[in-house]
């Protein structure tokens, strides 16, 4: 089935196509089965590739391509005709995450069809997730790297459409706009990348790149500069410090829309382009260094925003960005293996968390978790499922959740203490708020009797996903741990190891420079051997009392939580809150970040408006319309100057001929034709004899 | 002593009686004796016509032919000039060339 890979992004955008364009609006239009039916298609074909890939019975990675468009180029004076293939490459990771993107889809999907049932653009909705979903998976199946670029700029803009799917609302248009331009902002430096890797490379296939690294053609700091080019697109995408500010606000969309946006498709594409490409990053240890130390700001900075939030969608919103640091941190240490691990299972919980706590606002018809309480018998279902999520999140033992974040915290501790200190405290913080949320939606007593009283289970297509991805967040981690059947699948691309010619039908030529740089062999072995005592920290287990302690301080944390908001009217958190009354301004305020970015907005208003006044001021008025003016001054000159001399000596000139010509006539008697003759004679004669003696 | 003539005696020859025409025609106050000078230049280049054609081209007959061209054509402007003269006389009771001013512009 792998020969099909390429049907996988295109079945979910025909579905779309025809939602968009072929089906009517209705509430009860049967539409959206037409993209749930895609899905479930597209699933199968990636379970399929990924027991292929399981199996060993393919070479990895598969790579096919064909022929795509051409164009005429030159290097060095030669002439030829440049071919640019299109094509699929899969390789572990990609199989793994084709099963996960279409899984969380499929069950986003049907969990829909019944919490958008009431929805006046209830075909729209499907036909656009079905586009976001066709997009994630363009990106993770493509060989090229500008094919998965315009399948990234897809996703930003359907991710636009679905956060501001109720545009009749200010809320959603401002945050579809905000997370359009900060994303946007990103991308520009993922596409300096792309330039920069063509320039470098000549070619956009992510095999040759590969290559190209491997051969040592690149020196650490060109691999750098790519390398942060790229980061800088997964900051925007994947929501990182300091460009996260926009995914708090994407929570205006329809929450199973982001449910997909933060499980499925968008923050993940982010860290998958860094996956894809790691490479790069191998190549220059500056780059892991500053994806590491990202990673870990955005890990704690959403963590502690987490704590003192009340909207239950802004908590989950932070902890996606918060495990969306852990996941950069662990691929900026050297972690391949646990960042995509953790993609993998948090992709579970996350969407799990999402649509349970959609579950819990169709319920209750609102986001403040202040109005909740005691809903625990009231949705029995809804609670249970997202009692598995949180403890997944927190790290329990034996959850998927806790084999992943704890690889991540071995791979972080063996490479950079301080980081690991950090990164620990944020999963205490982790599992402090997310058993807050539980504790304040479900467990003690309903706080607001009205809405508690109308609150009811939510129908079967919606829970029924729910069970599905509750036992995935719980059993996902034993399939994907050390000794799993899939771990291996996610094995690091090795930097060392030459790999054979890659099966490319391009036929791409020489790269300009494509000559072994003297001085770059030394600092890429030593990259390469830095990234392989990496590897072998990876094996590795924390320190065994660390391990030991880690669920116990993480039970710890959820003790805590309880103990804070246990009962109705959380006494001692509140306490906490009036004496540390500005720290909980600061966080409640988001760190400022979205202040910082006004001001940097205005601040950049403010230039461009002085730019502007330059411009018109000083460039208009001195240099464009002072060089019109000192061009007149001389024209003026000049024209004097033709009249006066130069017409004066023409005119002059021509009375001085009238003037002979009169005086010569006067010498003559008129009408003596003999005198005629007589002058033509002698001015004959003069004539002949100048022209005779010359 | 037998002195070869060359094209140079027939071209003094033919300036000489060009000069003569020239004086003559620029001179003589009768227009009668205007038009006999013209018909004198007219004579010197018919000699420098067959002397040319003599030394230039022995054995050709163009110049000779030329010369009686112009002849005729002399002839024939002669012919115009009398009968000018004769309308002039008729008119004006006159043949002095002074006495004409009817060419002032």
């Given at each position: 089935m792998i020969e099909h890979a390429y049907l996988i992004p295109l079945i979910p955008f025909a579905a779309s196509l025809i939602m968009l364009f072929g089906a009517k609006e209705d509430p009860h239009s049967p539409a959206p089965w037409i993209g749930i039916g895609a899905m479930a298609i597209c699933l199968g074909l990636s379970l399929s590739i990924l027991a292929a890939v399981a199996g060993g019975t393919i070479p990895m990675p598969y790579e096919h391509n064909w022929p795509w468009f051409s164009f005429a180029a030159s290097i060095g004076g030669k002439a030829f005709l440049y071919e640019m293939p299109i094509g699929v490459l899969i390789?572990?990771?990609?199989?793994?995450?084709?099963?996960?993107?279409?899984?969380?889809s499929l069950m986003v999907q049907l969990y829909s069809i019944a919490y958008m049932h009431e929805d006046k653009r209830y075909k729209r909705y499907f036909a656009f997730v079905s586009f976001f979903t066709a997009s994630m998976l363009g990106l993770v199946v493509s060989s090229n790297i500008l094919v998965g670029f315009m399948s990234w700029e897809l996703m930003g803009?359907?991710?636009?459409?679905?956060?501001?799917?109720?545009?009749?609302?200010?809320?959603?248009?401002?945050?579809?706009?905000?997370?359009?331009?900060?994303?946007?902002?990103?991308?520009?430096?993922?596409?300096?990348?792309?330039?920069?890797?063509?320039?470098?490379?000549?070619?956009?296939?992510?095999?040759?790149?590969?290559?190209?690294?491997?051969?040592?053609y690149m020196t650490p700091t060109v691999a750098t500069v790519i390398a942060i080019g790229i980061l800088f697109g997964a900051m925007g995408k994947s929501a990182q410090f300091p460009l996260f500010i926009w995914l708090p606000d994407a929570m205006e969309g329809p929450t199973p829309g982001s449910a997909l946006i933060h499980a499925a498709t968008m923050v993940a594409a982010g860290i998958f382009v860094v996956a894809r490409l790691y490479f790069v990053f191998l190549a220059s240890p500056d780059a892991m260094l500053a994806a590491a130390w990202i990673g870990c700001a955005t890990a704690f900075l959403a963590a502690a925003m987490a704590l003192v939030s009340y909207d239950i969608k802004r908590v989950l919103a932070f902890s996606t960005v918060s495990q969306l640091g852990f996941m950069m941190c662990a691929l900026g240490v050297g972690g391949y293996t646990a960042g995509l691990f953790h993609l993998t299972t948090h992709a579970f919980f996350k969407a799990l968390l999402f649509l349970g706590a959609g579950s819990v606002i169709h319920s209750v018809h609102t986001n403040d978790m202040r109005?909740?309480?005691?809903?625990?018998?009231?949705?029995?279902?809804?609670?249970?499922?997202?009692?598995?999520?949180?403890?997944?999140?927190?790290g329990i033992p034996f959850t998927s959740g806790y084999y992943s974040?704890?690889?991540?915290?071995?791979?972080?501790?063996?490479?950079?203490?301080?980081?690991?200190?950090?990164?620990?405290f944020t999963a205490l913080m982790t599992a402090f708020y997310m058993s807050r949320l539980f504790i304040l939606t479900f467990l003690g007593d309903d706080r607001d009797h009205e809405k508690h009283h109308h609150a009811h289970e939510s129908p079967f297509l919606m829970t029924g996903p729910l069970v599905l991805l509750a036992f995935l967040a719980l059993v996902s981690g034993f399939m994907l741990d050390r000794n799993g059947l899939v771990y291996r699948l996610l094995e690091k691309p090795s930097i060392a190891a030459v790999q054979a010619p890659a099966t490319v039908d391009a036929h791409a030529p020489a790269p300009a420079d494509a000559h072994p740089v003297p001085a770059a062999p030394a600092p890429v072995e030593h990259a390469a051997a830095v990234a392989h005592a990496q590897g072998e920290h990876h094996e590795?287990?924390?320190?065994?009392?660390?391990?030991?302690a880690l669920p116990v301080f993480v039970l710890g944390a959820m003790g805590f939580a309880f103990l804070l908001y246990k009962g109705p009217r959380f006494a001692i958190a509140d306490g906490l809150k009036s004496t540390f009354a500005p720290v909980f301004h600061v966080l409640d305020r988001r760190w400022f970040l979205d202040d910082a970015f006004d001001l940097l907005v205005v601040l950049c208003d403010k230039?461009?408006?002085?730019?502007?006044?330059?411009?018109?001021?000083?460039?208009?008025?001195?240099?464009?319309?002072?060089?019109?003016?000192?061009?007149?001054?001389?024209?003026?000159?000049?024209?004097?100057?033709?009249?006066?001399?130069?017409?004066?000596?023409?005119?002059?000139?021509?009375?001085?001929?009238?003037?002979?010509?009169?005086?010569?006539?006067?010498?003559?008697?008129?009408?003596?034709?003999?005198?005629?003759?007589?002058?033509v004679a002698i001015a004959f004669s003069l004539a002949a004899t100048l022209i005779l003696t010359r | 002593?037998?002195?070869?003539?060359?094209?140079?005696?027939?071209?003094?020859?033919?300036?000489?009686?060009?000069?003569?025409?020239?004086?003559?025609?620029?001179?003589?106050?009768?227009?009668?004796?205007?038009?006999?000078?013209i018909e004198l230049m007219f004579n010197a280049a018919?000699?420098?016509?067959?002397?040319?054609?003599?030394?230039?081209?022995?054995?050709?007959?163009?110049?000779?032919a030329l010369a009686l061209f112009v002849m005729t054509v002399a002839a024939a402007e002669i012919v115009v000039g009398l009968a000018l003269l004769l309308a002039i006389y008729r008119g004006t009771d006159t043949v002095y060339a002074e006495d004409f001013n009817l060419l002032k512009g």
């Open positions: 390789d572990g990771p990609a199989a793994v995450l084709l099963v996960v993107v279409t899984l969380v803009l359907s991710s636009y459409l679905l956060i501001g799917f109720w545009f009749e609302k200010d809320g959603p248009t401002e945050a579809q706009k905000k997370a359009f331009m900060t994303t946007k902002l990103g991308d520009s430096g993922l596409y300096l990348a792309l330039l920069f890797i063509f320039a470098k490379v000549g070619s956009f296939q992510i095999t040759q790149i590969h290559q190209f690294i491997n051969n040592g109005l909740m309480g005691g809903l625990s018998k009231k949705m029995p279902v809804t609670f249970l499922t997202m009692g598995a999520a949180i403890l997944a999140i927190a974040k704890d690889m991540i915290l071995a791979n972080i501790y063996y490479v950079n203490q301080p980081i690991f200190w950090i990164m620990l590795g287990h924390l320190p065994h009392w660390l391990h030991l230039v461009a408006a002085a730019a502007y006044w330059v411009d018109a001021n000083v460039v208009d008025r001195v240099f464009v319309d002072g060089w019109g003016l000192l061009t007149r001054i001389v024209a003026e000159i000049s024209n004097l100057i033709d009249a006066l001399f130069v017409d004066r000596t023409v005119d002059g000139f021509g009375g001085l001929s009238m003037d002979v010509g009169v005086g010569l006539r006067g010498l003559v008697k008129e009408g003596q034709v003999q005198e005629y003759l007589m002058y | 002593m037998t002195a070869q003539l060359t094209l140079a005696h027939y071209m003094t020859v033919a300036g000489l009686l060009f000069l003569i025409g020239i004086f003559g025609a620029l001179t003589r106050r009768n227009i009668i004796g205007i038009l006999m000078s018919n000699i420098n016509l067959a002397a040319f054609d003599r030394f230039l081209h022995p054995g050709g007959v163009t110049g000779q």
